[in-house]
């Protein structure tokens, strides 16, 4: 079964998702909850480390409902947008660590 | 599967994503812990949560990780803000049955350590377990649930 990463925090804050993305193996997955949904934005500045991961094979998640109450309208290309119901999904069907 | 620093084992340049000695693998629990130990009440957490485990014969792996690994070093003294020293506390709990102790290298690394500056574990319990970044997602995928504490 395929890890799923769950990061909270904010990548400016904390270094959650690097660490996350470090450990993460091509085919496993992140996703981005609260306030780590900033590095799924175009033109942030951690978002290269997000693109970095796909590029090696992370698939990334980013929920919906944190994106539109941080205001990220325009998200990078290939992260995909999650809602509840999605969130639960990946949960079920990966083993998850919170980061 | 080498030496290094004495009672620690390591097999991180193996890699080798084998569960660690006397803990992990299916039906196993890991503790994923990454803070500090003296900031906050994170080990206290940790003990009465592995205390939990122990009491109903679960085994249980503690992952040592970022500043956490700080929990581990030996000959600090924490006295003078009214705290005891933790790393002789958590090397003992090693000798419990179904606990077992990975901790993360590159973490040691980062902050100028070397397996050499950790507490001995008790003689005759597990050794510690070092993994690098590249195997921990395959120590972590090793157990049934992960716990951050």
Known sequence: ?99 | MGQEGGAHATDADTGAPAPPGGAGGQGSTCLLIRKAPYGASNAAETFRTLQAFYAFEKPVTLLFMDDAVLSLVRGVDPAGIGMRPLSRAFADLGALPGVGFVVHLESLEERGLRPDDLEPPLEGADAFRFVRTADLEATLASHKAIIRV
């Open chain 1, 1 to 99: 079964m395929a890890t799923l990463h769950i990061v909270r925090r904010s990548p400016h804050m904390a270094r959650d998702l690097e660490r996350a993305l470090e450990v993460a193996r091509p085919g496993s997955h992140v996703l981005l909850v609260q306030d780590a949904v900033l590095a799924a934005a175009e033109g942030d500045a951690s978002h290269p480390l997000l693109e970095r991961a796909m590029r090696a094979g992370v698939a990334a998640h980013a929920l919906k409902e944190d994106l539109a109450s941080r205001a990220v309208t325009r998200v990078g290309k290939g992260v995909d947008v999650v809602d509840y119901d999605g969130w639960v999904d990946l949960v079920e069907a990966h083993q998850p660590v919170a980061w």
